[in-house]
């Protein structure tokens, strides 16, 4: 059985600072590619920043500058440290991992449970 777990959304003004977590737990072989997602209000779930197992990064255009995504192998945890925070980042955020645990033969796509994050102008 496979986890990943979110924290560290919450209330912050425009132009302030979060920083999210997501650890993976469980039965874990090995991780591929880490990644974060946020679902606004009213609209469908969209890439923010993924993270490969060798480090390459690649972020959404609106967050380009503003948001990093940086892991720790070591913990199977990805960060993501959003600056410059927009009440257009106001969403729901969701990290996504793609893990092979110890029973599985094949990379299988896990998600967190999703943490809010809220922008007030």
């Known amino acids: 059985q496979v986890q990943l777990v979110e924290s560290g959304g919450g209330l912050v003004q425009a132009g302030g600072s979060l920083r999210l977590s997501c650890a993976a737990s469980?039965?874990?072989?090995?991780?591929?590619?880490m990644g974060w997602y946020r679902q606004p209000p009213g609209a469908q779930r969209e890439s923010v920043a993924v993270?490969?197992?060798?480090?390459?990064?690649n972020y959404a255009d609106s967050v380009k500058g503003r948001f990093t995504i940086s892991r720790d192998n070591a913990k199977n945890t990805v960060y993501l440290q959003m600056n410059s925070l927009k009440p257009e980042d106001t969403a729901v955020y969701f990290c996504?991992?793609?893990?092979?645990?110890?029973?599985?033969?094949?990379?299988?796509?896990?998600w967190g449970q999703g943490t809010q994050v809220t922008v007030s102008s």
């Open positions: 996504n991992a793609r893990i092979r645990s110890w029973t599985g033969a094949t990379y299988t796509n896990y």
């Open positions: 469980g039965s874990i072989r090995s991780v591929n590619d």
């Open positions: 993270i490969t197992g060798a480090g390459s990064t």
